[in-house]
């Protein structure tokens, strides 16, 4: 266990429960972790540099934070990267936007970016994700057994969000791919702070180029476009902090989350069976798959005002971080959390957040799950985890599977 009982007096915090995120313990104990967080605190605390970090884990306590944006601003900065030094505070920057903004600016900015990404605008990446789909199956269903990440699912996140949202030209899209999955889950800070330095290089470079020479139906070219937030021209750092996150939330977190389905799926046979027999349930495994295997581990909000959060009194500067796959298995809001149920007669999670801050791409994550997973149990309704493999996941700033091989069974 990664957590202890402390003294209320105890001057690191105001909380009951420290809890060292970063460490090899807490990934190795999650659930258990996150479960005695639940059960026995008001907040757990962790402690960056010599900042108590309040971390709320229960579904009641992450709802009202992402609720009140006038309590919890996300102008310190949201997310925290991977690698993040813990000998350090927290880093108060605005590295991303719209999500490091707060209304009314905030409010602004997805005004103009919510309609580009509506349920029926992304309906027209369907046929490609469902190609890059197939084109993926072909490669590795013939081989009997295939890794899910680098053979499937980081391929298809590769060629749906690069090649086919941001228009990336081919000999420069692995480069963006390695970036992005080391600035959350590089091995040292120094990694994943080189990987954010690249990636943002890259990025002003394709705003620069997208402003020069705008595409027809390019996201990119349409954040260049916008000709005023927030009563200004937004500024060049401003289009490309915009332009970022439209690269790594969709390439870490689907693959993540179809990441952890498929390896479920894997590892109990009678829901695949269940799935494969009724493929009417996809929606709702994909719904199920977002509860369980929520990815976010930690984003974070600074407290604007005094106020209090689960008994715990807080005061202006203070941070609170969040975890979305915490507060979708508190067994207060979900009965039996961790087991996976397609027929759950409640299924409003918070994989995708709630509130003004609301994912952006949670239409496209969906659609891409969903189709995924369509192709996946049609073209191999049996599959299973292979044998004498090691199976690794991190879990910080994210939680998620390093790397898993699944083996299809020959007929007969």
Not at 206 to 226: F, G, H, M, Q
Not at 234 to 250: D, K, M, S, Y
Not at 370 to 390: G, H, S
Request: proline share 7%; charged share 25%.
């Amino acid at each position: 266990m990664t957590v202890q009982e402390t003294p209320a007096e105890t001057p690191q915090s105001r909380g009951k429960c420290p809890v060292d995120l970063w460490s090899e313990e807490f990934n190795q104990n999650f659930w258990e972790t996150l479960g005695h967080l639940q059960q026995n605190s008001s907040l757990g605390v962790h402690t960056q540099g010599s900042t108590p970090c309040y971390y709320a884990t229960r579904y009641e306590d992450v709802f009202k934070v992402l609720r009140d944006a006038a309590t919890y601003s996300s102008e310190g900065g949201v997310a925290i990267l991977g690698g993040d030094n813990r000998a350090e505070p927290p880093k108060n920057e605005s590295r991303f936007l719209p999500e490091d903004l707060d209304p009314p600016v905030h409010t602004e900015w997805r005004r103009f970016l919510d309609p580009l990404l509506t349920a029926k605008e992304v309906e027209k990446y369907q046929q490609t994700i469902l190609d890059v789909t197939d084109e993926l199956l072909d490669a590795v269903l013939p081989q009997g057994r295939f890794k899910v990440i680098a053979d499937f699912l980081r391929p298809l996140q590769l060629k749906v969000v690069f090649r086919e949202i941001l228009h990336l030209p081919e000999d420069e899209i692995e480069a963006w791919m390695h970036w992005s999955h080391d600035l959350f889950v590089g091995e040292t800070p120094e990694i994943a702070a080189a990987a954010f330095q690249s990636i943002n290089q890259a990025a002003e470079d394709l705003v620069v180029k997208r402003t020069a020479e705008p595409l027809d139906n390019d996201l990119v070219s349409a954040i260049c476009a916008v000709k005023e937030v927030g009563g200004r021209e937004p500024t060049l750092a401003e289009r490309t902090a915009v332009t970022v996150p439209l690269a790594i939330a969709g390439t870490e977190s689907v693959g993540t989350l179809l990441g952890g389905i498929l390896h479920h799926l894997a590892t109990h046979p009678d829901d695949l069976v269940e799935l494969v027999a009724d493929p009417s349930l996809v929606p709702a495994a994909v719904e199920e798959g977002l509860r369980m295997f929520a990815n976010v581990t930690a984003l974070q909000r600074t407290v604007t005002r005094d106020t209090e959060l689960a008994g715990v009194p807080l005061k202006p500067g203070d941070k609170v971080w969040t975890s979305y796959n915490g507060a979708n298995r508190d067994g207060d809001r979900f009965p039996d959390p961790h087991t996976w149920n397609l027929h759950r007669e409640d299924v409003r999670h918070l994989a995708f957040g709630v509130g003004p801050h609301r994912c952006l791409g949670s239409n496209h994550a969906r659609l891409m799950m969903r189709l995924a997973l369509e192709r996946v149990i049609a073209r191999m309704p049996r599959f299973t985890l292979a044998p004498d493999q090691t199976i690794a996941r991190f879990s910080m700033p994210t939680r998620g599977i390093h790397e898993f091989i699944i083996e299809i069974p020959t007929e007969g």
